[in-house]
């Protein structure tokens, strides 16, 4: 079964640091642009980061650029996010999912269909 899992969400407090990870069974990550995505209460859908199928090439949308760090281990099929600097603004269930070549990322843009989404975790900033 092909699936994508994410983990690492919790409660943090303002400024301070997660690192979320995103697993894959059934497939391999390595042919996949793998994107972060989140869904804030009442907001739509938006692309955070995506790192390309090799780890070369990294994009990340304005609000987080600076503070989110996308990388990934293809050895272990695994795509990770190292988050710093957290906001209340950042609270969101964050999404990983294939393949994010065509995205735009940021607030506002359409999220076209995507082939592999996993069903998320919960990132919580509050004091």
């Known amino acids: 079964q092909l699936q994508l899992v994410e983990s690492g969400g919790g409660l943090v407090q303002p400024g301070g640091s997660l690192r979320l990870s995103c697993a894959a069974s059934g497939f391999d990550l390595d042919y996949y642009a793998i994107g972060w995505f989140r869904q804030a209460p009442g907001k739509e859908r938006e692309g955070v980061s995506c790192?390309?199928?090799?780890?070369?090439?990294?994009n990340y949308a304005a609000s987080v650029k600076g503070r989110f760090t996308i990388s990934r281990d293809n050895a272990k099929n695994m795509v990770y996010l190292q988050m710093n600097s957290l906001k209340p603004d950042d609270t969101a269930v964050y999404y990983c999912?294939?393949?994010?070549?065509?995205?735009?990322?940021?607030?506002?843009?359409?999220?076209?269909?995507?082939?592999?989404w996993g069903k998320g975790t919960l990132v919580t900033v509050s004091s």
């Open positions: 999912a294939a393949d994010c070549s065509h995205v735009v990322l940021g607030s506002g843009y359409v999220i076209p269909s995507l082939d592999y």
């Open positions: 790192i390309s199928s090799s780890g070369g090439s990294t």
